[in-house]
């Protein structure tokens, strides 16, 4: 993509990616510690801790990959760094970053008009039917510009403000 077109972008900082991944990451070690030190009676809580153990352990590695994305706003839409298209302005019914709002930490919520296909990258955004949700190890300080940006392009789409 073209810098001259990205108006906005967001990524995990380090600190934050490093510390969301490695808690995971020591979650599913201690559930896996914990079936071997002091293993349950139970057969059925030994294969639950150990596929939990491994599920977090499966998860921390997939934030680890999400959160090596970045985010790029353009006049046309929300796109990850590997081309995925995450959200196209025309499609964009709401921006949405109130206190309220079932969003991410330091992020922000978008209603589309019609449903997209489910996406997960953990950490950096999720869509779920007519709801995406932008945020998780991102710094508020790029995410709330780029809510803003969007709602300017979403408002100048709908003619409340001049080209």
């Known amino acids: ?3 001259s077109t990205i108006i906005a972008r ?11 991944v490695g808690t995971l990451a020591a979650l599913g070690l201690m ?11 139970g057969l059925v809580w030994q294969i639950f801790l150990v596929v939990m153990g491994v599920g977090a352990l499966w998860l921390a590695q997939l934030m680890w990959r999400a959160t090596g994305r970045e985010l790029w706003l ?9 081309g995925a298209e995450v959200a196209r302005v025309d499609d964009i019914e709401k ?18 008009r019609t ?9 950096l955004w999720w869509r779920m039917g007519r709801r995406v ?4 190890v991102t710094a508020g300080r790029d995410t709330k510009p780029m809510a803003d940006a969007l709602s300017m392009l979403v408002a100048r789409r709908d003619g409340q403000l001049p080209e």
């Open 1 to 3: 993509m073209d810098e």
């Open 10 to 20: 967001v990524r995990a900082t380090a600190a934050r990616r490093v510390f969301g």
């Open 31 to 41: 559930l896996l510690w914990l079936v071997v030190a002091q293993p349950p009676s």
């Open 74 to 82: 353009t006049e046309e839409g929300l796109v990850d760094s590997t």
């Open 95 to 112: 921006v949405d970053r109130s206190m309220f709002a079932m969003k991410p930490s330091n992020g922000f919520l978008i209603r589309l």
């Open 115 to 123: 449903p997209g296909p489910r996406a997960w990258q953990p950490g």
């Open 133 to 136: 949700a932008v945020g998780g």
